[in-house]
């Protein structure tokens, strides 16, 4: 039985290919564009409305260009783009375009996104660097975003398309405001919040069965402002999850209900004051109630100063900075802990090496932290964590990511130890000298370089018709 599907599957990827080289199903003459085999990427087919330049001169004349954006930028469509930007060829892989659009976003100090798009000419335009920035409100919806990426990306790629042959064919138009408006700087801004941003969220999520239900609930309030001098972030946030499972009865026992209840609350201030374009100073405060860390108040204040070996005028392409903290912490418990403490005071200190880079190989996130008690360096532990995703080749890409961790600062730790419903439940941390969480991806494409057309037929199945599955028992 397994045999004769997989012959089938076989055939019908040879029979689906056949169609797609001769640009569709047999009518009894040649595809659009009169010439057997179908017309170049980007070019008519039947049923689709060929768009910009036609085919011939989008393949043989315009340019290529790959869209990079790097992390979850919200309103980078790349369909979106691909339609609205239809006067180059978009390619699937950077080593085969003459233009490199690399898209990274950092939030604000208004709460909204400052999207920097940098275009890095190759090949014929080795050399030829762009950058512009896109500001967006948090409360802008998508569509309205993905249109000024798209805006800007046309902006962008001007100076590049009118070094092409067809820069005859481009115009550029200009929508003219009504009246005379006065130009927007820092001396005549007028703002009533005063820079201040304000954002309060709240979520509920809720499974119930027969025999299990949970119910996690959060609220956070957060203040923010920036300006080119200081930082000021404060926030109080809170969650609850409770659980609640039963057991059904057997031979031996009775049936019986666990119910599980974790709550976490949460105040912190920041307070930051930029020194130089390399050097930061600044403040940490904070205050908690931990279920999971047997802490029933937690209390934290942190002086710390910061270095970035970069001018911070570079902060959306490169980051290697050096953070160091030092300060008091006051702790009391739940629960006895295995120093038979119920409350205690301890100094500590942190020192957090940050490397952020967004090029043109692909990004990275990778961070190197030490922490230790200063009554007794025993306490410490240390972290390195981060993400590496490179575009190593032509089609080829690598992801890895995760942390590892050396522990040995527990010193939260339930003198009683966990019984084996609270295990079972993660209801509070383990002791462990280490801990380790990874992941890798490699992925491979191959074939046509092209990337342009755009076709969204039966895309609710996934890119593959996904949610058609087969199951053998």
Same mark, same amino acid.
């Given at each position: 039985?397994?045999?004769?599907?997989? =012959?089938?599957?076989?055939?019908?990827?040879?029979?689906?290919?056949?169609?797609?080289?001769?640009?569709?199903?047999?009518?009894?003459?040649?595809?659009?564009?009169?010439?057997?085999?179908?017309?170049?990427?980007?070019?008519?087919?039947?049923?689709?409305?060929?768009?910009?330049?036609?085919?011939?001169?989008?393949?043989?004349?315009?340019? $290529?260009?790959?869209?990079?954006?790097?992390?979850?930028?919200?309103?980078?469509?790349?369909?979106?783009?691909?339609?609205?930007?239809?006067?180059? #060829?978009?390619?699937?892989?950077?080593?085969?375009?003459?233009? !490199?659009?690399?898209?990274?976003?950092?939030?604000?100090?208004?709460?909204?996104?400052?999207?920097?798009?940098?275009?890095?000419?190759?090949?014929?335009?080795?050399?030829?660097?762009?950058?512009?920035?896109?500001?967006?409100?948090?409360?802008?919806?998508?569509?309205?975003?993905?249109?000024?990426?798209?805006?800007?990306?046309?902006?962008?790629?001007?100076?590049?398309?009118?070094?092409?042959?067809?820069?005859?064919?481009?115009?550029?138009?200009?929508?003219?405001?009504?009246?005379?408006?006065?130009?927007?700087?820092?001396?005549?801004?007028?703002?009533?919040?005063?820079?201040?941003?304000?954002?309060?969220?709240?979520?509920?999520?809720?499974?119930?069965?027969?025999?299990?239900?949970?119910?996690?609930? +959060?609220?956070?309030?957060?203040?923010?402002?920036?300006?080119?001098?200081?930082?000021?972030?404060?926030?109080?946030?809170?969650?609850?999850?409770?659980?609640?499972?039963?057991?059904?009865?057997?031979?031996?026992?009775?049936?019986?209900?666990?119910?599980?209840? &974790?709550?976490?609350?949460?105040?912190?201030?920041?307070?930051?004051?930029?020194?130089?374009?390399?050097?930061?100073?600044?403040?940490?405060?904070?205050?908690?109630?931990?279920?999971?860390?047997?802490?029933?108040?937690?209390?934290?204040?942190?002086?710390?100063?910061?270095?970035?070996?970069?001018?911070?005028?570079?902060?959306?392409?490169? &980051?290697?900075?050096?953070?160091?903290?030092?300060?008091?912490?006051?702790?009391?418990? !739940? $629960?006895?802990?295995?120093?038979?403490?119920?409350?205690?005071?301890?100094? +500590?200190? &942190?020192?957090?090496?940050?490397?952020?880079?967004?090029? &043109?190989?692909?990004?990275?996130?990778?961070?190197?932290?030490?922490?230790?008690?200063?009554?007794?360096?025993?306490?410490?532990?240390?972290?390195?964590?981060?993400?590496?995703?490179?575009?190593?080749?032509?089609?080829? +890409?690598?992801?890895?990511?995760?942390?590892?961790?050396?522990? #040995?600062? !527990?010193?939260?730790?339930?003198?009683?130890?966990?019984?084996?419903?609270?295990?079972?439940?993660? $209801?509070?941390?383990?002791?462990?000298?280490?801990?380790?969480?990874?992941?890798?991806?490699?992925?491979?494409?191959?074939?046509?370089?092209?990337?342009?057309?755009?076709?969204? =037929?039966?895309?609710?199945?996934?890119?593959?018709?996904?949610?058609?599955?087969?199951?053998?028992?």
């Amino acid at each position: 039985m397994l045999a004769a599907v997989l =012959r089938a599957a076989v055939l019908l990827v040879l029979f689906v290919s056949s169609l797609s080289a001769q640009g569709g199903p047999p009518t009894g003459g040649p595809p659009a564009g009169g010439r057997p085999g179908g017309g170049p990427p980007g070019g008519a087919r039947p049923g689709f409305a060929a768009a910009g330049p036609d085919s011939a001169t989008l393949q043989a004349e315009a340019i $290529r260009v790959f869209l990079d954006c790097q992390g979850r930028v919200r309103g980078c469509d790349r369909d979106f783009l691909v339609t609205e930007v239809n006067f180059v #060829n978009w390619m699937r892989d950077r080593f085969d375009a003459d233009v !490199q659009v690399l898209v990274t976003a950092f939030t604000n100090g208004g709460g909204g996104t400052e999207n920097t798009l940098t275009f890095l000419g190759r090949r014929r335009f080795e050399g030829l660097v762009d950058t512009l920035i896109v500001n967006t409100l948090p409360n802008d919806p998508d569509d309205a975003i993905r249109r000024a990426l798209a805006r800007t990306v046309k902006l962008g790629l001007a100076r590049y398309v009118a070094r092409s042959p067809i820069a005859s064919r481009v115009q550029v138009m200009y929508a003219a405001p009504f009246g005379q408006r006065q130009q927007v700087s820092a001396s005549n801004l007028k703002d009533r919040w005063n820079l201040w941003t304000y954002t309060a969220n709240t979520n509920m999520f809720v499974r119930a069965e027969e025999r299990q239900r949970q119910v996690n609930g +959060s609220l956070s309030l957060s203040a923010n402002r920036a300006t080119e001098k200081w930082k000021l972030n404060v926030s109080v946030s809170g969650n609850v999850n409770t659980q609640r499972f039963e057991i059904p009865e057997t031979a031996t026992r009775p049936a019986f209900t666990v119910r599980n209840e &974790q709550r976490t609350y949460n105040a912190n201030s920041l307070i930051v004051r930029s020194l130089s374009d390399r050097w930061s100073a600044g403040l940490k405060l904070g205050a908690g109630h931990s279920d999971f860390l047997n802490q029933s108040v937690a209390i934290r204040a942190q002086p710390a100063i910061e270095y970035n070996l970069f001018p911070w005028t570079e902060q959306t392409r490169r &980051q290697l900075t050096f953070l160091y903290n030092v300060g008091p912490n006051y702790y009391r418990y !739940q $629960r006895t802990t295995v120093f038979d403490l119920d409350e205690e005071t301890r100094w +500590s200190q &942190q020192l957090t090496a940050s490397l952020v880079a967004r090029q &043109q190989w692909g990004s990275s996130n990778v961070s190197l932290d030490w922490l230790n008690y200063l009554h007794d360096f025993n306490r410490n532990a240390l972290t390195l964590s981060g993400n590496l995703d490179l575009r190593l080749g032509r089609g080829f +890409s690598l992801n890895i990511g995760g942390s590892a961790a050396r522990i #040995n600062d !527990q010193i939260y730790l339930p003198r009683a130890g966990n019984t084996e419903e609270e295990i079972l439940l993660q $209801r509070q941390a383990l002791e462990t000298g280490f801990r380790i969480t990874t992941n890798i991806g490699i992925r491979y494409t191959f074939g046509s370089i092209y990337n342009t057309i755009v076709n969204q =037929r039966f895309s609710s199945l996934g890119a593959s018709g996904g949610r058609f599955n087969f199951f053998f028992f």
